[in-house]
């Protein structure tokens, strides 16, 4: 079950990079923004199922747990890794430095918001609100910039009814993928009796992280790297403003004191973590011995975690 989750992500990675490049032409719009909208929205979907299934069943902290501890993993294991595979370089003229802007301004208003231990409804539609203006207002400078730089978008070489097929699939291959190695992993963590917050942080959340990690291993292998940040730096946006967002206002959820006093602050510590890896800003780039940094932080986490 295991096995054919990673090998259904993978092949459904490779297929929405693809996807993904040829409607970008399309549009008309850089594969950083489609990395931060499109191909971000793809691979946070196994998140938004689990977690509202989680919530639903009673055990938020799976549910919370899950977002946060995928937040972690995109950064840190699965930039890591594909840093570790070939160096992310980030031009300058990119919006990779206002993402992760906001990426962090997200972070710290969801810390803001579970206080109280619970994130209510009006909270998840505030998330909802601005992650709609992120989205509008990231297209749109995306165009104008395009226009003012005069970058040249390549031809597609695609359909675009193919390229969307193409995209459909790959959301359904994500799903099903996700699905078979979730199950599988929590069936195996259940059997040695390992609590809601750790199966959530660590197992569920490498589960889900999964498609991120497949695509953007796939983009830094096709040199296409700007997909490969601009679907981590989305994917943690969506996250939390997103599938938050959703399953508040759907049903307010419970946070543990131990997730808002250890766990997003782990968070918030490898978001600052990946800033410091792109200075200075002029000749940004994350290199095999930033990555491996990167990666050994993860290591450590879960080493802390389980002891």
Sequence with gaps: MVIAGFVLLFFSGDWLVKSSVQIARYLKISTLVVGITVVAFGTSAPELLVSLKAVFDGVPDISVGNVVGSNIANIALVLGTVAIILPVRVSRKSSVFFDWTIMMGASLLFLLFVQNKVIELYEGVIFIILIVIYLVFSVYKSRKQMGKSGEIILKPTMKI??????????????????????????????????????????????????????????AAVKKETSISIGNIIGSNIFNLMAILGITSVLKPINVSQELISVDIWWMIGVAVLLILTLLPLKRSVITRWEGLLLVGTYLLYMVLLFT
């Design 161 to 218: 009814s193919s390229a969307i097929g193409l995209l459909v699939l790959a959301a359904v291959g994500l799903y099903f993928g996700s699905k078979l190695l979730v199950d599988g992993v929590v069936i195996v963590a259940k059997g040695f009796d390992i609590s809601d917050r750790v199966i959530g942080i660590s197992v569920v959340a490498f589960g889900t992280s999964v498609p991120e990690l497949a695509t953007s291993i796939m």
